[in-house]
């Protein structure tokens, strides 16, 4: 299912008018070689960058590359969350209500899908990634059977699938880390979230079996099909073809 752009940022440049950055070192969060650096090698240090506007879309596409190297601890990609965050090593920057995809590099070396705190997982799988090498991660959120299915993939490999309810409550996004006693760096080269409202219906008879025809999102109050090409701009709806 292909969903509507709602944010793209290929980290050109730092935009303080669309992220919030906090460090807890001055000079941690910064754009080198092309990409956003959350950690620069430093102990007890912390980078936090995440999306002045929430995201409350649903279902939900997060698609971003990511690569480190170094000891620990790793960083977090944060949505459906609150205003926590955390300058704790062992955190990964990950504190507060609401979920995120923790890239974790210390002891457990793993990828996790975690809620409310860096101790609390939903699923994880271990995984080394810190080998300097970029990485693509895909995170999905739709419904299955009355609840959320949420994917985790990198580099198109399925490693996560958990079926839950989520609470959606907030709204904000974005990435967070954090070092302790040892120290690594952390890049993120990209960003793109699609999302849009998720209609169910919409079916059509197709060799004697009901299947979902395209998908629909809703647009300033109307269901549109999500190839009408419609994107979200600094938080209005705009056409991008007829």
Request: glycine share 12%.
């Amino acid at each position: 299912m292909s969903l509507p752009v709602i944010l793209r940022d290929d980290f050109t440049s730092i935009n303080l008018n669309k992220w919030e950055l906090i460090e807890q070192i001055s000079g941690t969060v910064l754009i080198e070689d092309g990409a956003l650096r959350l950690l620069d090698n430093r102990t007890l240090n912390a980078g936090i960058y995440r999306l002045i506007e929430g995201i409350d879309t649903y279902p939900l596409e997060i698609e971003f590359t990511f690569r480190g190297w170094g000891s620990a601890d790793g960083f977090t990609c944060i949505f459906y969350h609150d205003d926590g965050y955390s300058f704790g090593g062992g955190t990964k920057g990950f504190s507060g209500n609401g979920y995120g995809v923790m890239f974790d590099t210390y002891m457990n070396k793993r990828i996790s899908l975690n809620k409310d705190t860096y101790g609390n997982f939903l699923a994880y799988k271990n995984y080394t990634w810190t080998d300097k090498v970029w990485r693509h991660c895909l995170i999905t959120i739709y419904p299955e059977s009355g609840k959320d299915r949420v994917k985790v993939y990198i580099d198109d490999v399925e490693i996560i699938s958990w079926l839950g309810t989520l609470d959606r409550t907030y709204n904000r996004f974005g990435f967070v880390s954090a070092t302790g006693f040892a120290a690594m760096y952390a890049y993120i080269g990209y960003v793109e979230v699609r999302g849009g409202e998720w209609q169910p219906g919409f079916f059509a008879k197709v060799n004697g079996g009901w299947k979902q025809t395209i998908p629909y999102v809703k647009v300033d109050g109307s269901w549109r099909p999500v190839e009408a090409g419609w994107i979200k701009n600094n938080g209005v709806w705009k056409r991008l073809m007829g």
